[in-house]
C-alpha cells in the first residue's frame, strides 16, 4: 500500500470516528467501528485516543505509521447518523464498498431531525402522559401539555440560533416552569405540583448521563467523566431556570 492510499484511508477512518463521538455515541463504539473499518479498508492496525473534545488516531501498515489528531465539537445526540456510519462499516467490511465508496457516502451524511410542527406538540403529549401516570387530573395533564410544548418550541428556537447549551436549558425550564405553575396561581387543578414536576421532563439529559456511565465502566474515565461533568451542569442550569420561575411565581414565600 503506498503511503498517498494509506493517508486517504487514514483521513476517513477519522472522519468517521469524529462524526461518531460529535453525535453521541459511546466511546466504546467509536473504537470499534474505527478499527473495523480501517482493516476492511486494508489498514493492518488502527490506534485510537479519545478526549473529551479531541481524538488521535494512528494507522499502521507495512511498519510505517501515520497518526492524525482531529478535534471534536458535540452536535447533540443524532442516533440515525450513528447507525448509517455503522451501516457503512458493515457494507465495507462485506466487500460492498470500496474506500472512494466509503468517502461519497460519509460526505453525503447530514443530520436530519424531525420537523418543529409534530415535535412540539409530541414533547407535549408525552410529558402530559407522564403527569396522568404520577396521578394528575385532567386540568392538571393539560396544563403539563401547553406548558411542555411551548417550551420546547423555545428550546428548539434558541438551538436554531446556536446559544450556549446551558442558557437553552436554563430559559427552556424558566419558561415551562412559569407556565406550568398556572394551576398554583388560578386553583385550576387539584393536583398543582404534578405540571411542575412533568412538563421539565424534556430537560433530563439521560442520554449523556447513560453514555457517561457506560464509557466509565468500560474504561474510558476521561470522557466519561466529561460527559458526566456535562450532563451536570445541564442539569443545573435546569435547576436555576425553575428556581427562578418559582421565586417570581411566589412559591418560595
Same mark, same amino acid.
Not at 439529559?205 to 461533568?229: A, E, Q, T, Y
Given at each position: 500500500?503506498?503511503?498517498?492510499?494509506?493517508?486517504?484511508?487514514?483521513?476517513?477512518?477519522?472522519?468517521?470516528?469524529?462524526?461518531?463521538?460529535?453525535?453521541?455515541?459511546?466511546?466504546? @463504539? /467509536?473504537?470499534? +467501528?474505527?478499527?473495523?473499518?480501517?482493516?476492511?479498508?486494508? =489498514?493492518? %492496525?488502527?490506534? *485510537?485516543?479519545? &478526549?473529551?473534545?479531541?481524538?488521535?488516531?494512528?494507522?499502521?501498515?507495512?511498519?510505517?505509521?501515520?497518526?492524525?489528531?482531529?478535534?471534536?465539537?458535540?452536535?447533540?445526540?443524532?442516533?440515525?447518523?450513528?447507525?448509517?456510519?455503522?451501516?457503512?462499516c458493515?457494507?465495507?467490511?462485506?466487500?460492498?464498498y470500496?474506500?472512494?465508496?466509503?468517502?461519497?457516502?460519509?460526505?453525503?451524511?447530514?443530520?436530519?431531525?424531525?420537523?418543529?410542527?409534530? @415535535? /412540539?406538540?409530541? +414533547?407535549?403529549?408525552?410529558?402530559?402522559?407522564?403527569?396522568? =401516570?404520577? %396521578?394528575?387530573? *385532567?386540568?392538571? &395533564?393539560?396544563?403539563?401539555?401547553?406548558?411542555?410544548?411551548?417550551?420546547?418550541?423555545?428550546?428548539?428556537?434558541?438551538?436554531?440560533?446556536?446559544?450556549?447549551?446551558?442558557?437553552?436549558?436554563?430559559?427552556?425550564?424558566?419558561v415551562?416552569?412559569?407556565?406550568?405553575?398556572?394551576?398554583?396561581?388560578?386553583?385550576?387543578?387539584?393536583?398543582?405540583k404534578?405540571?411542575?414536576?412533568?412538563?421539565?421532563?424534556?430537560?433530563?439529559?439521560?442520554?449523556?448521563?447513560?453514555?457517561? +456511565?457506560?464509557?466509565?465502566?468500560?474504561?474510558?474515565?476521561?470522557?466519561?467523566?466529561?460527559?458526566?461533568?456535562?450532563?451536570?451542569?445541564?442539569?443545573?442550569s435546569?435547576?436555576?431556570?425553575?428556581?427562578?420561575?418559582?421565586?417570581?411565581?411566589?412559591?418560595?414565600?
Open positions: 500500500m503506498y503511503a498517498d492510499t494509506q493517508n486517504d484511508i487514514t483521513r476517513q477512518v477519522v472522519r468517521v470516528a469524529q462524526l461518531l463521538l460529535a453525535y453521541g455515541a459511546e466511546s466504546e @463504539l /467509536v473504537e470499534e +467501528i474505527s478499527q473495523r473499518l480501517g482493516y476492511a479498508l486494508g =489498514l493492518a %492496525g488502527v490506534e *485510537i485516543s479519545i &478526549s473529551s473534545n479531541s481524538l488521535v488516531l494512528t494507522s499502521l501498515v507495512h511498519g510505517r505509521c501515520i497518526t492524525t489528531t482531529r478535534r471534536t465539537r458535540e452536535h447533540g445526540i443524532n442516533m440515525t447518523i450513528v447507525c448509517e456510519l455503522q451501516r457503512i458493515l457494507l465495507t467490511e462485506k466487500g460492498l470500496g474506500l472512494n465508496e466509503v468517502r461519497k457516502r460519509v460526505s453525503r451524511i447530514e443530520p436530519r431531525t424531525y420537523p418543529k410542527r409534530y @415535535l /412540539v406538540p409530541m +414533547i407535549g403529549l408525552s410529558c402530559a402522559s407522564f403527569c396522568h =401516570l404520577f %396521578g394528575g387530573d *385532567i386540568a392538571a &395533564s393539560v396544563i403539563t401539555f401547553f406548558a411542555s410544548s411551548i417550551g420546547m418550541f423555545v428550546r428548539v428556537s434558541i438551538a436554531k440560533h446556536h446559544f450556549n447549551l446551558l442558557l437553552n436549558f436554563a430559559v427552556t425550564a424558566f415551562t416552569t412559569l407556565i406550568a405553575q398556572l394551576g398554583y396561581q388560578f386553583s385550576l387543578t387539584d393536583t398543582p404534578l405540571p411542575m414536576a412533568a412538563s421539565v421532563l424534556m430537560l433530563v439529559p439521560g442520554f449523556p448521563m447513560i453514555n457517561s +456511565i457506560s464509557d466509565m465502566v468500560k474504561g474510558h474515565l476521561n470522557v466519561g467523566i466529561s460527559r458526566w461533568g456535562h450532563a451536570t451542569l445541564l442539569t443545573v435546569s435547576v436555576i431556570g425553575i428556581t427562578i420561575a418559582m421565586q417570581l411565581g411566589g412559591l418560595f414565600l
